[in-house]
């Protein structure tokens, strides 16, 4: 990878007080708009690391877009090809398949049309209403994986 990847760090807010109220309804069983919070195995350490996201399903598949870009859950995710994801007491096992830039479009669209107001600032002006070369563009910048519950 090189040194120009793509990485919003979340600030102390999102960190301390969005991310762990959402994470806190979600493990309670409350989904917060499709939120889930995601388990996978670190990839250094072998040890379950968690974060909340929001499971994408569209056209009858199931995603996982990474809207702050190749943060440690999408290296993760490569490194271990699924993980779990937990919503109250239940979780699903699954495994994750990386989706390619060209097939990104439809998926980015999906997402942000019903995300852009938690997550739109983190697509640089895109929208669910910008053309697919737009989307193209920031494909690479978004880490997108399909996933099948096992």
Known sequence: MSASVHIQKPGWFTVNVLNRSVAWLTRRGLSVWGSRVLAVRGRKS???R???VNLLTFEGEQYLVAPRGHVQWTHNMRAAGGGRLHLGKRYDEFSATEVSDDDKP???RAYLKR???EVGVFFNGVGPDSSDEELRRIAPDH???RITVS
């Open 143 to 145: 880490p997108v994986f």
């Open 46 to 48: 072998g040890a379950w």
């Open 50 to 52: 968690t974060t909340p």
């Open 115 to 117: 995300w852009k107001a």
């Open 106 to 108: 439809a998926v980015l």
